[in-house]
């Protein structure tokens, strides 16, 4: 006899959706968290993360509009104010290659969109200070996450649905046996039918040593400035951006507690000896390098960092996330190393895992995500 259907380890950006989505298919269904759900030293740490409906792969657009959707019922279920509807700003040099790339995905994908002009975006968004050659495209349907109250709205709704909620339980090991899976934390063990690994940046001692291989532990940085005018940078009239200018980079979201704005150089991870271990504070080419770029970006901004951290994710080495089953008749699924791109699919990546692992659905079209791309 098992403990339960499915247990899901890592309950934090991924994993506490899955937590929920498996709520509504099983009442046998268990959340083993190693600290507490969206605990300060966590990925889900940053206030909020981009909502974007236009994405670089258009492989990625059926997960988004799956996402868009649940985002919505879990505000619903939960009564939480989640995703701030403020719309996207995607910034760049007019014949670059970010600006084209997005245009060729949203030809693909029919993507709600408009592109800006230099001169539009002085008239709507101001607070912007374009380069001559930089253009913009607006997508309605982007947004702010509030990722603290999503972690915690999702585990609620589970529990309120009768999923049972293992905190300061760090998981140590897994075995595929005969009966089921073993899981073990310190001396205690469970077996389950069915298991998720979604601890993000800790899921590597949770993997065969053919997957470690792939993957790499980073560190990711956030910066916020204050506003000289925090009305103009409201979520009513700040817009989500990112924004690829000739040699600088830049993205972030509107002042959500009504004063500091989150402006953070552009995807830039640096590996980490481990999740538990990296340099929270910035390094002084950071500092400069953010400054900088604020200042020409963003005249309305004292350019001073006034409040800066770092939070780990695992990285693949093809930056696609791990989503699937180890192997085709493994009871062991994965949900991890989403590169620090994984919270505004969130929603999508929990049910799909939660659906798969549990044998209720398969997803076609995912070679790019699944495991074992990497067996080659």
Request: hydrophobic fraction near 40%; charge should be negative.
């Amino acid at each position: 006899m098992t403990d339960g259907k499915l247990a899901v380890i890592g309950l934090g950006t991924i994993g506490s959706m899955a937590l929920w989505q498996a709520s509504r298919l099983s009442d046998s269904v268990v959340g083993f968290e190693a600290q507490v759900p969206a605990h300060g030293r966590s990925a889900v740490g940053g206030d909020t993360r981009l909502f974007r409906m236009l994405n670089l792969n258009p492989g990625f657009d059926p997960i988004v509009r799956r996402s868009k959707r649940l985002w919505a019922e879990l505000e619903e279920e939960t009564g939480q104010d989640i995703l701030l509807r403020c719309g996207g700003l995607y910034i760049g040099t007019e014949n670059g290659a970010y600006i084209p790339q997005l245009l060729q995905s949203a030809a693909v994908t029919g993507t709600a969109h408009e592109i800006l002009s230099r001169e539009e975006m002085a008239e709507r968004y101001p607070q912007h200070n374009l380069r001559p050659d930089d253009v913009a495209i607006f997508d309605p349907d982007g947004g702010a996450l509030r990722t603290d109250r999503s972690v915690t709205a999702a585990i609620a709704a589970a529990q309120a649905n009768g999923a049972t909620v293992l905190n300061n339980t760090p998981i140590d090991s897994i075995t595929e046996t005969a009966d089921g899976i073993v899981i073990t934390s310190g001396e205690k063990s469970w077996t389950f039918e069915n298991v998720i690994i979604s601890s993000g940046g800790w899921s590597r001692k949770l993997m065969p040593e053919s997957l470690q291989a792939h993957t790499q532990p980073n560190r990711v940085f956030l910066t916020w400035f204050v506003a000289k005018e925090p009305e103009l940078f409201s979520p009513q009239r700040f817009p989500i951006f990112v924004r690829l200018s000739g040699e600088r980079s830049m993205y972030g979201a509107p002042a959500v507690d009504g004063a500091t704005v989150k402006a953070t150089l552009n995807f830039r991870p640096t590996p980490a000896e481990s999740a538990d271990s990296f340099p929270r504070e910035l390094t002084p080419a950071e500092i400069n390098e953010t400054t900088e770029t604020v200042s020409e970006f963003f005249p309305g901004l004292y350019p001073n960092i006034v409040r800066s951290d770092a939070f780990p994710d695992l990285f693949t080495t093809d930056r696609n996330p791990l989503l699937g089953r180890l192997t085709a008749d493994s009871r062991i699924y994965i949900a991890t190393g989403f590169s620090g791109g994984g919270f505004k699919m969130a929603t999508g990546y929990g049910e799909m895992a939660a659906l798969e692992a549990l044998g209720k659905e398969t997803f076609d079209n995912l070679d790019f995500l699944r495991p074992q791309r990497f067996n080659s």
